[in-house]
């Protein structure tokens, strides 16, 4: 039988060297340390920016098959969760790493609810945004101020304490994300509702006007149950990644989950809903798409909500939603954009650059035009990502705070820059000239 090792042999050297392939087709990085020119040679290390090849831990969470367009929580299909599970079933999955029964569940249920509202002072800590704040910066700070209000959850390494983090957060970023979206209307804060489902009390603290209850709509509120399924995790995504390495300095997971908000912020994560939806906009009619991808061909654009780190293939979240788009259309009207979204979909899957590089639509491409139809604002798309990915948030922590062979994250670097020099006077010194590395040109 074929050894599960790699031979390595050092040119500069002449010596061979034998490492363990782990996990069928996984080496240590550090495995590559012994190999050195001479006792006070460091060893060889990877340089990998932005992770494209390597692990930073071993995870039992998601699985993604990014080739064959497979997504999986705890083993099940992302297809089946989104037909037949519901937001906070998902989340106990993904969380506790089995499905619930049903005494399981309701026990869930019960103990998320009890922690929908938030203390009064983040009503105080709201108004002090600028009206025209955006959710998603105050969602960070709201998030980040958890910690302060809750000084238990630095016994990060007690189980009981941890539940119960994960259970308030669950239970409180619905409510945070309402407040900072009527804060931006100039509107009341609306409480929970706790008679109302996950999704049905987040449109009621988000929409309700005078009536005495609010009602959901029952396909919406599905809709965005569904929604919240297919972004509850992403393995090792730039947000699940910050959440990971904030806490790994044994930080309060409040503190790590608004770094993980932070992350999701931008438009090459979480934002990319919302710039795609803006690029949907700015093509304006379906005349206009082949400008506007001869513009991405030349590199003067980038095609938000399309293409995937992980998957060169067609990411089965945007095949769920494209599908549901056509429901809430139903109950909301048309938005005209799903033709501009799937003209320009059949046109770039036919296109060699499209094809070369293997861009497809990921979940980002159509979940915008779904929120947007339902009556969200654009701000609010990166802050509805946020809601449930909380979950995917807290089990990527737990994870990581349990295994004993994660340690603070603290990658190495490649020092490039100038070796020892000589300090001189201010008055001895040359005109400074500008170097490509400076961060700003105010010298
Ligand atoms: N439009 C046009 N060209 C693209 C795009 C795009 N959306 N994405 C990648 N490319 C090209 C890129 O120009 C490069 O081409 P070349 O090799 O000729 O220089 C090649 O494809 C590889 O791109 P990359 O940026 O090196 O790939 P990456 O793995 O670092 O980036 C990505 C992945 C998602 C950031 C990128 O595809 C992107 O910017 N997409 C648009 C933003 C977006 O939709 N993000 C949401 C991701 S899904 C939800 C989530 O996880 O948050």
């Not at 105080?124 to 945004?129: L, P, R, S, T, V």
């Not at 020099?421 to 961060?439: C, F, L, N, Q, S």
Request: glycine share 6%; aromatic share 10%; net charge neutral.
């Amino acid at each position: 039988m074929a050894k599960e090792t790699l031979s390595i042999t050092d040119n500069r050297t002449g010596k061979n060297y034998e490492v363990p392939i782990e996990e069928g087709g996984v080496i240590r990085a550090m495995a590559l340390r012994q190999i050195k020119t001479g006792a006070d040679d460091f060893g060889l290390m990877t340089y990998d920016p932005a992770f494209t090849n390597t692990a930073s831990c071993r995870s039992r969470v998601t699985y993604i098959d990014g080739d064959k367009g497979i997504l999986r929580y705890r083993g099940y299909p992302i297809e089946v969760l989104a037909e037949k599970s519901n937001y906070l079933e998902t989340a106990y999955l993904i969380v506790k790493g089995e499905l619930p029964d049903r005494e399981h569940y309701q026990r869930w249920e019960h103990n998320i609810k009890i922690h929908t509202m938030v203390h009064e002072n983040i009503k105080k800590f709201m108004e002090g945004y600028r009206y025209d704040a955006h959710p998603m910066g105050m969602l960070v700070g709201t998030v980040g101020a958890l910690s302060t209000f809750y000084p238990d959850a630095k016994n990060i390494h007690d189980l009981e304490s941890r539940r119960l983090q994960t259970r308030r957060l669950i239970g409180k970023i619905p409510t945070l994300a309402a407040f900072a979206y009527r804060h931006t209307r100039g509107l009341p804060y609306v409480y929970p509702d706790n008679d109302l489902s996950y999704t049905g009390n987040l449109l009621s603290m988000l929409f309700r006007m005078t009536e005495l209850k609010y009602k959901p709509n029952p396909v919406l509120e599905r809709a965005l149950d569904v929604l919240f399924i297919l972004h509850a995790d992403h393995e090792q995504n730039c947000s699940a990644n910050a959440m990971r390495a904030v806490g790994s300095s044994q930080p309060d997971p409040y503190a790590a989950a608004a770094a993980a908000v932070a992350a999701l912020y931008g438009p090459l994560h979480g934002g990319a809903n919302e710039a795609a939806i803006r690029g949907l906009m700015e093509i304006g009619s379906v005349k206009n798409i082949p400008a506007f991808i001869k513009a991405v061909k030349n590199k003067e654009r980038r095609l938000m909500g399309f293409g995937h780190r992980v998957y060169k293939n067609y990411d089965p979240r945007a095949k769920i939603l494209k599908a549901m788009a056509e429901q809430v259309f139903e109950v909301t009207g048309r938005n005209p954009l799903i033709d501009i979204a799937v003209e320009l979909e059949r046109i770039a899957l036919q296109d060699d650059y499209f094809i070369s590089h293997k861009l497809y639509p990921n979940v980002d491409f159509y979940s915008g035009i779904i929120y947007q139809a339902m009556g969200f604002q654009m701000e609010m798309f990166p802050v509805l990502f946020a809601i449930p990915r909380t979950s995917g948030w807290m089990a990527q922590w737990a994870e990581m705070v349990r295994d004993p062979e994660q340690a603070i994250a603290r990658p190495r670097q490649v020092y490039i820059g100038e070796q020892i020099r000589a300090y001189t006077p201010i008055e001895g010194r040359p005109k400074p000239t500008m170097r490509e590395d400076a961060v700003s040109e105010a010298i």
